[in-house]
């Protein structure tokens, strides 16, 4: 099974999301002092101007002191919002940028052993491989609440889909549940995707929230546990 690279985040906010997970993952230590501006750029394989874009997201969020004749520094804080901050599966080596490839989008029927979420009887179902820094990591499906929207076409949708639902649908995500367990990888997995049809693999089942409260979206990811861990960070270390 082939499907189609979802639309990409602009290159800056690739980087910003990149350097925030690996902030949040420990990857770059609080009072790290980045790599100077052009280097750094020249590592990355982009324009200085695109770099100093992200850097100025992670200095806007706090996690920057861009010191004036010194350099780039990084000040770890929790809670800090981004793209994908409620994706809580992470590489084993930490972080990875999100990217994903859509496998399909349908509306249809909701699933007879889904909870209760929303008035519709039908639901827009998202089917995506999930690569965490280009490594196959998850196969999702994702059910939205059909009365969330009337037309929906994968040629629409983003890498980010709580980034889509508030761009394109006014819709946004404010809280969601996982449940975390195990489960057999569907018929329907991708032969990228490591685990086997029907073996065993890391499973996560959530309910998500919009502002109202209300659940308005239901999701089943099944992920690799060679390669990806389940991580949700409380407090400070």
């Known amino acids: 099974m082939r499907g189609r690279p979802s639309a990409a985040l602009p290159k800056h906010a690739q980087i910003s999301e990149t350097l925030i997970r690996d902030i949040a993952s420990g990857r770059l230590a609080d009072g790290a002092r980045l790599p100077p501006e052009r280097e750094m750029a020249e590592q990355l394989g982009i324009a200085v ?28 804080r929790e809670g800090v919002a981004s793209i994908y901050s409620m994706l809580r599966l992470e590489l084993k080596t930490g972080g990875g940028l999100p990217t994903a490839e859509f496998l399909g989008v349908e509306r249809l029927p909701k699933p007879a052993d889904a909870p209760d979420f929303g008035p519709s009887d039908e639901g ?70 490591p685990p086997e049809t029907g073996s065993i693999s890391g499973y996560i ?30 407090g400070k270390a």
Not at 147 to 166: C, G, H, K, N, P
């Open 205 to 234: 089942e959530r309910t998500a929230r919009n502002s109202a409260g209300a659940v308005v979206e239901f999701s089943r990811t099944w992920f690799d546990p060679g390669t990806v861990i389940y991580i949700n960070r409380i």
């Open 124 to 193: 827009w179902r998202f089917r995506r491989l999930r690569f965490l820094g280009g490594v196959p990591a998850a196969m999702e499906e994702i059910w939205l609440d059909g009365a969330q929207a009337e037309q929906i076409t994968a040629e629409d949708v983003s890498e980010s889909l709580y980034l889509f639902y508030r761009e394109r649908l006014g819709l946004v995500i404010l809280a969601a549940e996982d449940r975390v367990s195990v489960g057999p990888v569907p018929d329907w997995r991708d032969p990228r995707f």
């Open 49 to 76: 101007g695109t770099l100093r874009k992200a850097l100025e997201t992670l200095s806007n969020k706090g996690l920057l002191d861009r010191v004036q004749g010194s350099g780039n520094y990084v000040r770890a």
